[in-house]
C-alpha cells in the first residue's frame, strides 16, 4: 500500500477526474489526501474533509492573493506608491522614522514617487503602445506580465503552503501544470525516495486563455514544466493525442493514457424524465443537448443558431452548466425567433448528471478549432454521453473520429464542421430524424460501447496498475523484495 497525496488547484469538489482517480486508488487500498483550494476563496484555515474513504485538504489562498494584487497594483499604477510606502514605513518602521519630522518624512515619499513615475511610467507607456500597435500579434504587453506575476506569487506560492501542510507520502500525483509545483516542492521537503506523477488533463499551455499569452510568458512556463516533467517518475493524460504531443515536447520517463469517462450505468428502467420534467417537455420532443463549460470556443453559438435551421424546426437546444456565457445564453432563450426552444438550466451535481443525460436524443459538442488543446480533445461531455446511451454530434477533430465514427460495432453518432452552423444542423438532423426502430438501435450502441470499452471501470486500471510498479520500484530501491504474486509492495 502506498500513501499518496494529490494536489489540484480548485476546490476538488466538483472535479469528477480527481475525486475518481482518489476513490479508484483508495478502493485499490492506497492511503489517498488531497491538497485543494478552499471553496471560499478568502478563508484563511486549512480544512479538511472526509470523502469516499479519502481526505480532502483545503489549504488558503487569501494571503497569497492579497500580495499579488499588490506588486500587480505597483507595477500596473505606480502613482499610488506613495500611500503605500507610507503605511508600510508606518506600520513596519515606525520606531525608525517616529522621531523624524513629517515633512522630513513626505520629502522622502515623494522622492521616491519620482523617481518611480520617471523610470517605470515611460517604460509601462512604451510596452503599451508596443502591445496596442502589436495588439493581433500579442507580441508584449501587461497581460503576460500580470499572468506571469499571478503564476509567481498566487499559484507557485498556494503550491508551497500545500506541499507543507501535506501528510508524509510515497507519491506526489500533480493535476495539471497549476498543481504540478506544489508535487514536486513536496517531493522536495519530504526527502529522497519519493515518486512524482503529472496528471496532465490536457496541454495546459494550448488550453483557455493561456494560448493568447506572449511567446516569451509562455516560453518560460514551457522550461518550468520540462523541468517538473524530468523530475517525475510517469506522466498519466486522457488520450493518444495528447500522450503524442507531450511526450514529443517533454520526454517524460513513462506514460499512461486513463480516459476521463463515467462508471457504467444503467437506465432506470422506468423513465425518470428529470430534464422534461423541469422543461415541461413532452417525451417527444426532441432534445439537442449541451452539457458543461458556457465559454468561448464551445461551440455555443453554433448550436443556438443551428435549431433555426430548416427541417430542426421542432428541436429544443438545452444547455446545462455555468460558465461566462450564460448571461447571453438566458438573452438568447428570450429571443423570439427561437419561440421557446432554447433553455438554460444550471449544472447539476456529478453523481446526478447522466440521470439528466439521458433524456436528450443527442448530445451535441462542436469545440471550436481554436487551440491545438481543444483539436486533440475528448471532452468529459463525450463519455457520458455514450454512459447514458445518448449518440453524440461532435466535431470532426482526429481523437472524436476515433471514437464516434471508429468504434469497431459503428458509428456512435455523427460529425461535424463545428465553424458551421449548417454542418452542425445536419448532423443533427441526421440523428434526429432517423425512425424510432433506427433510434433505439443507436442508443443500444452507446451504451454498449460504454459497457464494453469507454467505463471507469476499465480506465482506472490502468492507473491502479501505474501505482502497483510505482510501489514494487520503490519497495526493489530499498531492498524489499516483494513476495510471489504480489500486485502491490506494502
Not at 237 to 246: D, G, M, R, W
Not at 399 to 422: F, W
Not at 469 to 482: E, T
Request: hydrophobic letters at 45%; one cysteine or more; glycine letters at 8%.
Amino acid at each position: 500500500m502506498s500513501r499518496v497525496v494529490m494536489f489540484v488547484y480548485n476546490d476538488c469538489r466538483t472535479d469528477a477526474r480527481v475525486l475518481r482517480e482518489a476513490g479508484a486508488l483508495t478502493a485499490a487500498g492506497h492511503q489517498v489526501s488531497i491538497m485543494a483550494l478552499p471553496t471560499d476563496r478568502r478563508s484563511k484555515v486549512v480544512e479538511r474533509e472526509e470523502r469516499d474513504g479519502f481526505e480532502i485538504v483545503h489549504v488558503p489562498l487569501a494571503v497569497t492573493r492579497a500580495r499579488y494584487t499588490r506588486y500587480i497594483a505597483w507595477l500596473r499604477y505606480p502613482w499610488r506608491v506613495k500611500g503605500w510606502v507610507f503605511r508600510w514605513l508606518v506600520f513596519r518602521w515606525r520606531n525608525a522614522f517616529k522621531k523624524l519630522p513629517r515633512s522630513l518624512v513626505n520629502a522622502l515619499l515623494a522622492l521616491g514617487l519620482a523617481l518611480v513615475l520617471l523610470v517605470w511610467g515611460p517604460i509601462q507607456g512604451v510596452l503599451r503602445l508596443v502591445a496596442w500597435v502589436f495588439r493581433r500579434k500579442r507580441v508584449i504587453g501587461g497581460v503576460t506580465a500580470d499572468w506571469l506575476w499571478r503564476w509567481r506569487f498566487v499559484i507557485h506560492r498556494w503550491g508551497r503552503e500545500a506541499a507543507r501542510a501535506a501528510p508524509p507520502a510515497d507519491v506526489f500525483h500533480g493535476h495539471d501544470l497549476t498543481a504540478l509545483g506544489g508535487a514536486v516542492y513536496a517531493a522536495e521537503l519530504q526527502g529522497p525516495g519519493r515518486s512524482i506523477v503529472y496528471d496532465s488533463h490536457e496541454i495546459f499551455l494550448e488550453s483557455g486563455s493561456n494560448v493568447h499569452r506572449a511567446a516569451w510568458g509562455r516560453a518560460l512556463l514551457r522550461r518550468v514544466e520540462r523541468g517538473w516533467v524530468g523530475r517525475a517518475a510517469a506522466l498519466v493524460t486522457v488520450n493518444p493525442s495528447l500522450e503524442e504531443e507531450l511526450e514529443r515536447r517533454y520526454r517524460p520517463c513513462r506514460t499512461v493514457v486513463v480516459h476521463n469517462c463515467p462508471s457504467r450505468w444503467e437506465p432506470p428502467a422506468v423513465a425518470e424524465l428529470r430534464m422534461r420534467r423541469a422543461l415541461r417537455l413532452g417525451p417527444d420532443a426532441p432534445i439537442a443537448l449541451y452539457h458543461g463549460g458556457f465559454s468561448a470556443h464551445r461551440g455555443l453559438e453554433e448550436l443556438a443558431g443551428a435549431i433555426l435551421e430548416p427541417g430542426l424546426e421542432g428541436v429544443h437546444a438545452v444547455f446545462m452548466g455555468y460558465g461566462s456565457r450564460r448571461e447571453w445564453l438566458v438573452e438568447q432563450a428570450a429571443d423570439p425567433r427561437y419561440g421557446g426552444r432554447l433553455h438554460v438550466l444550471a449544472a447539476v451535481p456529478p453523481d446526478e448528471l447522466l440521470a439528466w443525460v439521458v433524456d436528450a436524443d443527442v448530445g451535441v459538442m462542436p469545440i471550436q478549432a481554436s487551440t491545438l488543446n481543444h483539436r486533440l480533445s475528448t471532452p468529459n461531455k463525450l463519455f457520458e454521453c455514450l454512459a447514458a446511451g445518448v449518440p453524440v454530434v461532435a466535431s470532426d477533430f482526429p481523437e472524436m473520429r476515433r471514437i464516434v465514427i471508429d468504434d469497431p460495432a459503428g458509428p456512435l453518432g455523427e460529425l461535424c464542421d463545428p465553424a458551421s452552423v449548417i454542418s452542425v444542423a445536419d448532423a443533427i438532423r441526421r440523428v434526429v430524424r432517423r425512425s424510432p426502430e433506427e433510434r433505439a438501435d443507436l442508443r443500444r450502441r452507446c451504451l454498449a460501447a460504454a459497457h464494453e470499452r469507454w467505463n471507469w471501470e476499465g480506465e482506472s486500471a490502468k492507473l491502479v496498475a501505474l501505482y502497483d510498479d510505482l510501489a514494487r520500484s520503490a519497495g526493489a530501491a530499498a531492498g524489499i523484495a516483494a513476495p510471489a504474486g504480489a500486485t502491490r509492495a506494502g
